[in-house]
């Protein structure tokens, strides 16, 4: 009797979505977040994921505090996966995102437009 509602939800479950929502922050996972919007990944390479405070302090509108607390948020909760992740830094909003979102590195290889 209870066998069988049992197996439906089991069933049902198992085609559940297994990924965080469209617009989560992603960190500390081997696998590509999925995105229903076609934002551009950020690259592994990107500086803002393996600049040190002097590499980070070159982009334009970013100084030493403003590394830092770079440095501390990909610490604090990995890579950066999309050019908005770095709005969660201290210090950086929209603005100076438009500025430095011409020089990241997309991950395919190629900086974003």
Same mark, same amino acid.
């Given at each position: 009797?209870?066998? /069988? &509602?049992?197996? +439906?939800?089991?069933?049902l479950a198992g085609m559940l979505p /297994?990924?965080?929502?469209? !617009?989560?922050k992603y960190t500390g996972t081997a696998q590509e977040p999925v995105r229903a919007d076609p934002l551009p990944l950020l690259s592994e390479q990107d500086g803002f994921n393996?600049?040190?405070?002097?590499?980070?302090?070159g982009y334009p509108g970013i !100084?030493?505090?403003t590394a830092?607390? +770079?440095?501390?948020?990909r610490r604090e909760n990995g890579r950066f996966w999309? &050019? @908005?992740? +770095?709005?969660a830094v201290k210090g950086i909003g929209e603005k100076k995102l438009e500025? +430095? $979102?011409p020089l990241m590195i997309t !991950?395919? !290889? @190629? $900086?974003? @437009?």
């Open positions: 009797m209870f066998l /069988l &509602p049992a197996a +439906i939800l089991i069933l /297994l990924h965080a929502p469209s !617009g989560a393996t600049g040190n405070a002097e590499t980070l302090s !100084g030493e505090a830092a607390a +770079i440095l501390a948020e999309f &050019p @908005e992740d +770095i709005l500025q +430095i $979102r !991950g395919t !290889g @190629e $900086r974003e @437009e």
